[in-house]
């Protein structure tokens, strides 16, 4: 298969394609982890935030290593594409984790509510939004070697 054809599939851009790809392949192992070690399936964690390993992480570290294949690793693309990764994985392993940890404690409070609850308590917020170190570096791991991968084989 030529580079052309590979370019094609989705969005006629080789790097977009192998980033999309190591958000595909992030989702599904995220579903194949929740099987494994829950023995349940959920489809729901295809399309999810949080859990292992760390899309987002993925994402840009795919992005960000074809970048560096594609245009050098010296080039401001690089520069640029490498920054922004580093920004969205410090904000999955903290931020985002920081607000999963605020929505147990407030679900906790809500679940113990003794009194009458009031209206904006009837939805249950999300935990899982963000990820620990070690998931956002699994995700980075995968991204990087889908980025380095994709673009040695394809390009």
Not at 8 to 27: E, F, H, K, Y
Not at 46 to 55: F, N, R, T
Not at 61 to 90: K, P, R
């Amino acid at each position: 298969m030529n580079v052309k054809n590979v370019t094609d599939v989705l969005t006629g851009n080789l790097i977009l394609n192998l980033s999309i790809l190591a958000w595909a392949m992030a989702q599904v192992l995220k579903a194949l982890t929740v099987l494994i070690t829950k023995h349940r399936w959920d489809w729901r964690h295809i399309l999810s935030s949080g859990g292992m390993p760390s899309s987002h992480s993925a994402f840009v570290c795919s992005c960000a290593a074809s970048v560096g294949m594609v245009e050098g690793f010296s080039t401001v693309t690089f520069a640029i594409a490498a920054v922004v990764a580093i920004v969205v994985m410090y904000d999955a392993s903290n931020v985002r984790r920081a607000a999963g940890e605020q929505a147990k404690i407030l679900n906790y409070m809500m679940d113990h509510w003794k009194e009458m609850r009031p209206e904006f308590f009837g939805k249950e917020l999300k935990e899982l939004l963000g990820h620990t170190p070690f998931q956002v570096l699994m995700g980075g791991l995968l991204g990087i070697a889908i980025g380095l991968g994709g673009v040695w084989l394809w390009g």
